[in-house]
């Protein structure tokens, strides 16, 4: 013990005094961490700094202030954003006379009008949070404004004014503001905003709030040979949400005629919702939901309630129709296989980190609900046509999560008849298996992800809930009653045993994908081993595949790769050069579509492991199958006294 204190007083020490204790003034801390504030320094983070501008013409406009926004993109990757609103204020600043109310909150964080909530009933963005990060972080800002028939302006760059406010002429008939910005390529190197995705935004937004009008303007020689995106267009939807159910339902049959749209008032004057829901034949499910404009791709409590009034709305009706079996119904058999649109308007939105992906306001839920609840009652009673053709496909999806025949063969769907598979799969549109791959992702995060990230000619998705059943330690009846094997094996349509059918097989490529961290590891080991003992020629004829996933992204300045594991991200770290930022992905559920569809499951990038069992090693696998997954537990303690003591005599060795 003398020697361990010993020890520790020889190591040098650094002194720790007030000089060492930095203050970051002004917009300084965003340059800094400009992760902390927009996600990194990538393409998506630097297309981010748009939301921001642009959800403050959005606030003026679902204010009630605003009609028109144009978004412009410019050839010197410039983005300008205009409104005809009221304009951000110019007049002196109470606490800061000194300074321009404008130049106030282009400099400083936190600062406002939609903190008090005496301008805004509701807001997205936020002026002085989202606009002074895209001032901190862009090498070149101007904004001018049109107040009191006067137009001001005044220039930035990198958070500080390079000029004071100018009042430059008068515009009798001009309101509003206009903000032009370049992104610091100090920040972002050589990152290029793309046409399709602000093109998409532009859209999304015109859906949300059907009182604007957004014009986009695009320089034509940004624009890809064979690009559908225009290079000139005035966007609007008068129908709000049923237009953009419409535009994603475009050319697919629906299980019933009518879909469910709507819009509702929140209780005590809170804020107020839209909705547009369908339920589509293929059943590819597509969910996408906003709080004030801000896409939460993650949901949140405003889906939860959504998902309630629907599911109590349904098992209340089937009540009323004298159906008993709808009282089994759960969740995924309602809206698994819908098409969800949501945007909730409130006061103070809370979200999860700071690019908004995910609404936490515990009262949302309960807001939706009941503003929900009584519009969903009226839409099943008001067409009994509709919701009995509703009812039996929900039982239908139920029939299909219940059935336990894992050896019933499956062929392809046929042309008069409906093919009935696991609910849960999301397969894909060819009609033959020649080329197609199937993903077996472990539970619902993962599958939605995957599901967005998917070729949907040529992968299917199959997500599984947790841990399977161990098949080689399990009883024959076990295995026939366990329901995601059954899943699987209906998926497959291959059959088992000696009812194997290689010609009956739906893909192929079986890919197992699961998490890169132990517990991944070992749902993909119970996975082969499943294969193995039930479908052995499925490995044999070199059908089975392991995806290999990435634990590590990792940012070096503008650019983003990825790292297997802890030696590879070791070494990337090692040599580069410049500001780094490692971050760990817990899981195939935390990472986003485009990350899963870059890294893991597009065939130009993606790694997969073959499994393949050689000839003079048939033997010798059965063997250690049955000793790390059969019934005797003494087998597998043998094993791991066995690798406990080679890894002990190594580490002696690497001592010496």
């Known amino acids: 013990m003398s020697d361990l204190f010993n020890t520790k007083q020889q190591v040098k020490t650094q002194s720790y005094t007030a000089e060492d204790i930095e203050v970051l003034e002004g917009l300084e801390p965003v340059r800094r961490r400009p ?27 679902v204010a009630g202030f605003a009609n028109k926004i144009e978004l412009e ?24 006379p000194k300074k321009s109310a404008l130049e106030v909150i282009l400099t400083m964080l936190h600062s406002g009008g939609k903190f008090g909530g005496k301008v805004y009933d509701t807001s997205g963005g936020l002026h002085g949070v989202g606009i002074s990060v895209v001032n901190a972080l862009s090498d070149y800002l101007e904004v001018e404004v049109v107040r009191d028939k006067q137009v001001y302006r005044q220039s930035f760059s990198r958070g500080e004014p390079t000029g004071k406010l100018k ?33 998409k935004l532009a859209r999304s937004k015109a859906y949300l709030y059907r009182g604007v009008q957004i014009r986009w303007v695009c320089d034509p020689s940004l624009l890809p040979e064979g690009s559908e995106v225009p290079a000139d267009a005035t966007i609007h939807f008068p129908g709000g949400l049923r237009d953009f159910l419409a535009q994603q339902l475009e050319g697919r049959a629906t299980i019933t005629s009518q879909p469910f749209c709507g819009e509702a008032e929140l209780a005590g004057n809170l804020g107020r919702i839209e909705w547009a829901i369908d339920w589509p034949e293929d059943e590819e499910t597509y969910v996408s939901t906003y709080c004030n404009t801000i896409p939460t791709p993650e949901g949140g409590t405003h889906e939860s309630g959504l998902r309630s009034a629907i599911n109590k709305g349904i098992r209340a009706y ?21 098409v969800i649109v949501l945007s909730l308007f409130m006061r103070d939105p809370q979200f999860q980190g700071q690019t908004k992906n995910k609404l936490v306001n515990v009262e949302a839920a309960r807001l939706v609900e009941n503003a929900m609840r009584d519009h969903f009652d009226h839409y099943l009673s008001g067409t009994p046509e509709n919701s009995n053709k509703l009812v039996a496909h929900i039982i239908y999806r139920l029939e299909d999560r219940l059935r336990r025949k894992a050896d019933k063969e499956v062929s392809r769907k046929a042309i008069t008849q409906k093919l009935r598979l696991p609910g849960k799969l999301a397969d894909c549109t060819r009609s033959s298996g020649k080329g197609t791959e199937i993903f077996i992702v472990e539970g619902d995060s993962a ?72 517990d991944g590891a070992h749902i993909a080991s ?25 634990l590590y992204r990792i940012t070096i300045g503008n650019q983003t790769t990825y790292a297997q594991d802890d ?7 090692k040599t580069a050069k410049g500001k780094v930022e490692v971050g760990r992905f817990k899981g195939l559920g935390e ?27 048939i033997e010798p696998t059965r063997e250690r199958v049955e000793q790390l997954m059969g019934k005797k537990a003494e087998h597998r303690f043998a094993f791991i006294q066995e690798q406990t003591a080679q890894r002990s005599d190594i580490m002696q060795q690497i001592d010496v």
């Open 567 to 573: 030696k590879e991200k070791d070494e990337i770290v």
């Open 167 to 199: 009042e430059i002429g008068a515009d009798p008939k001009g309101r509003g503001t206009t903000v032009a910005f370049r992104p610091d390529t100090e920040i972002f190197g050589k990152a290029k905003f793309k046409p399709e995705r602000l093109y």
């Open 591 to 617: 990472m986003m579509p485009a990350q899963l569809k870059e890294t893991t499951m597009n065939p130009n990038n993606r790694i997969l492991l073959k499994v393949v069992i050689e000839e003079e090693e």
């Open 447 to 518: 599958g939605g992800s995957a599901k967005q990230a998917r070729n949907r000619e040529t992968q299917a998705i199959l997500p599984l809930r947790g841990k399977i059943l161990n098949v080689a330690s399990a009883s024959l009846d076990k295995i026939k009653a366990n329901q995601e094997l059954a899943d699987l094996v209906l998926a497959l349509g291959c059959g088992t045993g000696s009812y194997y059918s290689e010609d009956a097989l739906r893909y192929d490529k079986v890919i197992i994908m699961t998490d890169a961290d132990v």
């Open 318 to 338: 089937g009540e009323l129709v004298n159906n008993k079996k709808i009282a089994q119904a759960q969740g995924e058999d309602i809206l698994g296989g819908a």
């Open 35 to 61: 992760g902390m504030y927009i996600g990194g320094t990538d393409e998506v983070a630097m297309h981010h700094l748009v939301n921001e501008v642009f959800d403050n013409a959005m606030d003026e406009a």
């Open 526 to 550: 119970l996975l082969m081993t499943f294969f193995y003992q039930e479908m052995p020629e499925l490995i044999h004829n070199g059908h089975l595949y392991i995806a290999r996933p990435p």
């Open 73 to 96: 993109m410019r050839e010197d990757n410039v983005i300008v954003v205009r409104d005809n609103g009221r304009g951000i204020p110019v007049d002196p600043h109470p606490k800061f």
